[in-house]
Nanobody
Framework: QVKMVESGGGLVQAGGSLRLSCTPSVSTFTTYARGWFRQAPGKEREFVAGISWRGGSTRYSDSVKGRFTISRDNANNTVYLQMNSLKPEDTAIYYC??????????????WGQGTQVTVSS
């Protein structure tokens, strides 16, 4: 079954940075938009950021705008999420998914296992 593979999570102090990576298990996903999502304990999964397949269009949730940057390297079939100025409320499991368009998070599918991000205060 095709799915995303996320990496780069870890434990970081508030104000720190992490960069997450997302690579599909099958290379045919290069021409799809991708999205990053997160799920904190006891909360529903929420959209964080999306990027078009060429990388020219992006969208962010209000909670991360100005702190997180989504980008992609299609030569390596990888999408990144650079997270700066991290806050304890950013603590969650972060997931990557395929989407039909960069802002069509309702179409997200082919989820990976996720990568844990923990921000200590």
């Amino acid at each position: 079954q095709v799915k995303m593979v996320e990496s780069g999570g870890g434990l970081v102090q508030a104000g720190g940075s992490l960069r997450l990576s997302c690579t599909p298990s099958v290379s045919t996903f290069t021409t799809y938009a991708r999205g990053w999502f997160r799920q904190a304990p006891g909360k529903e999964r929420e959209f964080v950021a999306g990027i078009s397949w060429r990388g020219g269009s992006t969208r962010y949730s209000d909670s991360v705008k100005g702190r997180f940057t989504i980008s992609r390297d299609n030569a390596n079939n990888t999408v990144y999420l650079q997270m700066n100025s991290l806050k304890p409320e950013d603590t969650a499991i972060y997931y990557c998914a395929v989407q039909n368009y960069y802002d069509d998070y309702h179409s997200a599918r082919d989820w990976g296992q996720g990568t844990q991000v923990t921000v200590s205060s």
